[in-house]
């Protein structure tokens, strides 16, 4: 297929029922915001060889696209609304792929709520290169960001940790079991952004990142943003019963990366309000370290003995 011909079949299906989009005819959307809302945009792009593996699925690589997006917008406590796409094309990709693709979209926007309203297609000698741009809204003036953390603070964090780094460990020759790699592998292919989870923040949490580049490294991104310290205690990190166990879990757990689990801080006030939020979205929140005055953070173990961390999670540069 050509370039309008993949438009017309596979994108211009996904931007139905948004009537901003304007069928992907024109070269730009018109988006309304509601009153008392506030626009939220962001933007991230995945390469193959670097963050997906040439073999894997093109719906786990379109789930993983819009995935790491919408975790994005959970992080600042928004409710997705549309996104664009860049498709860099390479002339090796088939049709088939890209149709695999649109459907993994597809599927994604009907679970999380969300439509394409624009973006484009281009050629390119390789790899592969896919951007989403997407769009969220937040009640104006509640956004959730990076500096806000208050010393007392406690630290608190999603689902668990380092899964998504042994499933890709998994790809490249972990030794696993069946169901251990099934479900490794695909916490590594298929995120699961806290879209509900996220909204339901705003007016508890200080402070939220989501974990995309490891415990360590996006934690140390709030403390330096707000200006702050934190201790927190390694053996309280939330891990997987599959993950429990295997080799290098627990460094896969602080400085692995790609959990896109939601990392947050809130006052003591807060806590049972979180609790009960936790029991009744059926998300596990777990409290792993407290906020202190000063700057930098300090990782212990159970009897309070500093550890050192061997690196400081997933960096391009």
């Keep these: 297929m050509g370039e309008f011909d993949l438009i017309d079949r596979l994108l211009k299906p996904l931007a139905r029922g948004f009537p901003g989009a304007l069928g992907l005819t024109d070269d730009a959307a018109l988006v309304d915001v509601p009153p008392g809302r506030s626009l939220v945009i962001a933007k991230d792009a995945i390469v193959e060889g670097v963050h997906f593996l040439a073999d894997d699925p093109p719906e786990a690589v379109a789930a993983k696209l819009l995935r790491v997006n919408l975790s994005d917008l959970a992080a600042m406590g928004a409710s997705p609304l549309a996104y664009l796409t860049v498709i860099a094309r390479p002339k090796s990709l088939d049709d088939d792929w890209l149709e695999g693709f649109a459907a993994g979209l597809a599927l994604d926007q009907q679970t999380y709520g969300l439509h394409l309203i624009g973006g ?6 390789g790899p592969l290169l896919l951007s989403c741009t997407i769009l969220g809204l937040v009640p104006e003036g509640c ?3 990076r500096k806000g953390a208050e010393p007392g603070d406690h630290v608190w964090v999603s689902g668990t940790l380092g899964d998504a780094a042994l499933g890709l460990r998994v790809l490249k020759g972990l030794a696993a079991t069946e169901d251990e790699a099934f479900f490794l592998v695909e916490r590594y292919r298929r995120p699961q952004p806290r879209t509900a989870l996220g909204p339901r923040l705003v007016g508890l949490a200080h402070a939220a990142i989501d974990v995309s580049d490891g415990l360590v490294a996006d934690l140390t991104h709030i403390l330096d943003e707000s200006g702050t310290a934190a201790t927190i205690d390694a053996d309280a990190l939330p891990l997987s019963a599959v993950a429990h166990g ?27 309000a979180i609790e009960a939020l936790a029991g009744e979205l059926g998300v596990k929140l777990t409290r792993i370290g407290r906020i202190a005055a000063g700057q930098g953070l300090t ?7 500093k550890l050192d961390v061997d690196g400081l999670g997933w960096r391009h540069f």
């Design 246 to 272: 295997m080799p290098g879990c627990h460094d896969a757990a602080l400085v692995g990366g790609d959990d896109y689990e939601l990392l947050f801080t809130a006052p003591d006030a807060t806590t049972a």
């Design 299 to 305: 990782v212990t173990d159970a009897s309070g003995r």
């Design 120 to 125: 484009d297609l281009v050629s390119t000698p």
């Design 143 to 145: 956004a959730l960001t």
